[in-house]
């Protein structure tokens, strides 16, 4: 099922990306392929999978992280707003996206948050 702002990796025959723009009682959506329209949904990553109202959130939590230059700062900011909308069952796919921005950064500055949950059983115990 396809959301108003997934992404379309090929518009038609052509090469260029597009975006759900509108979905039709009868089945088809229409795609824009203005470069205006895919970043408005997609400006940090690609959010297919959220529903309008996600996607805009989404961009809205990393708007205000992308003002700062420094990485980890960035890395830090994302946690605290997984650590945020956690507590809140509706966020759980934005929270999920907000990993894999963490995660997307967290490999390209080689830094990790200060805390950060994981599963007990991936932790490696030495004995």
Known sequence: MAHI???VPKSGIYTEPGV??????DGNVV??????AVNKY?????????????????????????????DTDRINDIQTEIDRLKTDPT???????LRNQQSYLVRQARKLPPT???????????T
């Not at 939590?61 to 700062?68: F, H």
């Not at 950060?116 to 030495?126: G, L, M, N, R, T």
């Open 42 to 70: 997609h400006r940090y990553t690609n959010t297919t999978g959220l529903s309008e109202p996600e996607k805009l959130q989404f961009n809205e939590i990393l708007d205000q992280i992308y003002q700062k230059d420094n």
């Open 20 to 25: 759900v723009m509108e979905k039709k009682d």
């Open 116 to 126: 950060y949950q994981a599963d007990e059983s991936s932790i490696i115990k030495s």
């Open 31 to 36: 795609v824009s392929t203005e470069p205006l």
């Open 91 to 97: 966020s759980h796919n934005i929270v999920q996206y």
């Open 5 to 7: 702002g997934d992404l």
